[in-house]
């Protein structure tokens, strides 16, 4: 079998990697300004010459990061937020899973994203900020047709899409940890941290309950969401 060369995307992919830990490592210590490329060459293997066959400059990395992170969790909301499959409860769970599990997988590359964003270039800076803005609002429209569905309490859907987000971006500052719950796999901790930050805004009619009270309270709430439609419309 040939060894891979700086042409092939085996080696581009591996050589990529390696960057991208010697850059939350550099980053880390010295910030984007005070690592050189030379630096990040020299954590790599790589001469100065032979770095430029895998990125042009530092903004690279800080693209590879915007595009790894905020750009494809953007697309990935309004995707869902965009859908007609499924409820939009079972499609507002998937949005926080994935959110909290693109963070849990590479935690200390998040904290890199958050802590670069001051060396942006403008372009990047725009994408950027756009993207979360686009997030925020795939999340809180999902919120919306929650609400509607009546899967979803009466919240504020903007707050909740805050909290949504935060609880998700929270998981890069605490995980992992070597015991209890941060000691789990990213899939089943994302899984676990969107039910337990979706609890709080579950529509009772998701809980067990049955008699008169219930349904009366059911009753009402319903009227008071056909009340607040009536009067947005």
Same mark, same amino acid.
């Given at each position: 079998m040939p060894k891979p060369t700086t042409k092939t995307p085996v080696r581009r992919e591996l050589v990529m990697n390696q960057l991208m830990e010697a850059a939350e490592r550099l980053f880390a210590q010295k910030g984007v300004? !005070?690592?050189? $490329?030379?630096?990040?060459?020299?954590?790599? !293997?790589?001469t100065r010459t032979a770095i430029y066959h895998?990125?042009?400059?530092?903004?690279?990395?800080?693209?590879? %990061?915007?595009?790894?992170?905020?750009?494809?969790?953007?697309?990935? %909301?309004?995707? $869902?937020?965009?859908?007609?499959?499924g409820s939009a409860m079972d499609? $507002?769970?998937? @949005?926080?899973?994935?959110? @909290? %599990?693109?963070? @849990?997988?590479?935690?200390q590359r998040f904290r890199l994203l958050l802590t670069s964003e001051g060396a942006f270039p403008e372009p990047l800076a725009k994408q950027y900020r756009r993207a979360r803005r686009e997030t925020l609002a795939a %999340?809180?429209?999902?919120?919306?047709q929650a609400i509607? *569905?009546?899967?979803?309490?009466?919240?504020?859907? *903007?707050?909740?899409?805050f909290a949504l987000v935060g609880v998700s971006n929270w998981v890069a500052f605490w995980y992992p940890r070597p015991e209890g719950a941060g000691a789990a796999e990213p899939e089943r901790l994302a899984a676990s941290l969107a039910?337990?930050?979706?609890?709080?805004? $579950?529509?009772?009619r998701t809980a067990s309950g049955d008699g008169v009270a219930h349904v009366i309270g059911l009753l009402r709430d319903d009227l008071g969401r056909l009340e607040r439609m009536l009067e947005g419309s």
């Open positions: 300004a !005070g690592t050189s $490329l030379q630096e990040l060459a020299d954590a790599v !293997g790589l895998y990125i042009r400059g530092k903004e690279d990395i800080l693209e590879t %990061l915007v595009e790894g992170f905020t750009l494809r969790t953007a697309r990935d %909301l309004r995707r $869902l937020a965009a859908s007609n499959t499609r $507002l769970r998937e @949005a926080v899973t994935g959110m @909290a %599990l693109i963070v @849990a997988q590479h935690p %999340l809180e429209e999902l919120m919306v509607k *569905e009546g899967s979803c309490r009466p919240v504020d859907p *903007e707050l909740a899409a039910d337990i930050a979706l609890q709080g805004v $579950l529509s009772e």
